[in-house]
């Protein structure tokens, strides 16, 4: 596998890159803070300071002209060459080398018996003092830090790596593998060609082992292989495992083994957490390394030798299942941010979710909200419904970004309608003053959108109902599928007081519990209201009083003064005590802008502008 190393000044300053093994074309930036290419230990490196295009064999290498240092290519400043396996480059403090080193995975049948042994349980090693704590210390402290800034799983690798070289200096290879599937017997384990960073085992094979990136002192060209076995071993135990074999002392040894992969020790620590499935580190050495000699009392030195190292690994394995876990566990949370409103999410986050999420009766204000214009545009779009289905997306999105605003409940959308709802899972004492809130920004952005020509919301408009009374709010549904909404008959009071908005000419109506807490609770900077009509809907039997919710006489928008309000409810209450002339009167002296005046006017007139004689001051309304 093609990697280019960049080393700096100190063995800190490093990191390994996999270039594509298919040797497609492929072109990154160079720089100090050019990621995932970034060095940015290294201060005479620009931000970005070349051009690579890796194809082939070749890495081709162009300097940017705006770079303030020169690159240096075989003891020449150049500022375009070719760079072959085996050859580097040097910019600032900083070296380059392209080199090919392989990674083979073996099987237990390749590899010599170990000549020692070690498993370490969790924790036996926890009582080790460390003999240079200090370094380990500082070395493990950038941990966190690692996992949080990496921006992916692969820079995540790499750094991890980068940390374990420095961590065990007496490792020649340090690597991440993973193990998939169930480890079938060791014996019948196949040798396979693996690379870093592979998508997936060779076609053929039912398990294995991955390498998810690996690092190596030095720029020897010799192959990697990691024992399969010792890791099947590790992992399916949940235990540290070192292995030491001797070459001197072993005569059955395989000369070719020994000396190409000059590997005299290995061990293999598990990252057992939920977010790491399988993984493990692995690191391998030889007896140079700890200046010992290969004879059996070296190799049970060795042992001891190595548990400062397996330790280190232990912790840092412990540290990054555990962050890894958590930051899992952010991303499961934050995937499940759009399914739950932010109340929600805070009642979960204090109790238990079955006890907050649980059914219960509640007293809610339920909002309605349906997009009208829907049909025409439909129509008139029906060569453009991806980009009327954007639209139609804009427009839910005001309704539901309102609700959320004011700590409301998204409960359910209905074609091209929202619903929300305030009370639960907290009780809200101010959950009608919310409700109103939502509906009259909803009303506000709709009206200030449709003023702009080609606007998204351009075309539309807004019919809000709000009801207040008890319900059932929670997880409400069937055993195949559950939702978070409510239920109860405010609910349909809710609906059918917004279809109401087409007949009676009003953009928000709401029932009379909703208006009389509104008069009692709100004040009038907030919201207003005003009696519409007292009437009986098709299919109810009950007469109920609906009243408009309006914006503050000052507000943008407002066409009422509060006198134009006081004007119209005293005709409402001549049109109820049957004196109709009365209330013609009075109606035509509120503005022309007010539609809604206009229901009653029509009325009036349709009926000669004479009461009935069984005239109770109910209007029956013809449809829904």
Known sequence: MPDLIAQGPTPNDRWRRPLPADGEPSVFILGRTSQPWAVPWDDRISRQHAELKWTASRLIVTR????????????????????????????????????DQRVRVVAKSEIPPALSEQTYAPGRLRSVQYRNADRRIEVLSRLPEIISSSSGDEELYVRVVNLLMQGIPQATFVAIVTKHGQAPEEEK????????????WPVGSETGIRVLHWDSRGLALRPFSPSAQLIHQAVGSNESVLHVWSRSLDRNTPLQYTQSENIDWAFCTPIASEATPGWAIYAAGDFSSMNASASRDATLMISDDLQDDIKFAELTATTVGTLRQTRMLQRRQDSLRP????????????????????????????LFCDLRGFSRQSEESSDKLLELLRRVSDALGVMTHQILQRNGVVGDFHGDAAMGFWGWPLEQSDSVEQAASAALAIRAEFEQSAAIAHHPLA?????????????????????????????????????????????????????????????????????????????????MNTP?????????????????????????????????????????????????????????????????????????????????
């Open 64 to 99: 940017f002209g705006g770079s303030r240092n020169p690159i240096f290519h075989r003891g020449l400043r150049k500022d375009e060459f070719e760079v072959g396996m085996g050859d580097h480059f040097v910019i600032g403090q900083t070296t380059f080398s392209l080199v």
């Open 189 to 200: 384990l196949p040798s396979i060609e693996m690379t870093p960073w592979t998508s997936q």
């Open 339 to 366: 399914f739950f409103a932010p109340i929600v999410r805070k009642a979960l986050l204090a109790r238990d979710p079955e006890e907050i999420l649980a059914p219960r009766e509640a007293r809610v204000s339920v």
């Open 459 to 539: 075309g539309f408009r807004a019919g809000l109902g709000i009801a207040t009374g008890k319900a059932v709010a929670g997880r409400i549904g069937t055993v195949d599928q559950v939702k978070v909404t409510v239920f109860g008959p405010v609910v349909n009071l809710a609906a059918r007081l917004e279809s109401m908005t087409k007949q009676l000419h009003a953009r928000i109506l709401v029932d009379e519990v909703t208006a009389d807490r509104i008069r009692r609770e709100v004040s009038p900077s907030v919201a207003r209201v005003r009696r519409v009509a007292k009437v009986l809907p098709i299919g």
């Open 544 to 624: 109920l009083m609906v009243s408009e919710l309006l914006p503050p006489a000052m507000a943008a928008g407002s066409d009422l003064s509060d006198q134009d309000v006081a004007l119209y409810e005293k005709a409402l209450d001549s049109f109820q005590d049957g004196n109709w002339n009365e209330a013609f009167r009075l109606l035509h002296q509120v503005p022309a802008e007010d539609r809604v005046k206009d229901f009653l006017t029509v009325f009036i007139a349709q009926n000669g502008r004479v009461a009935p004689p069984d005239w109770n001051g109910v209007i029956r309304l013809p449809e829904k």
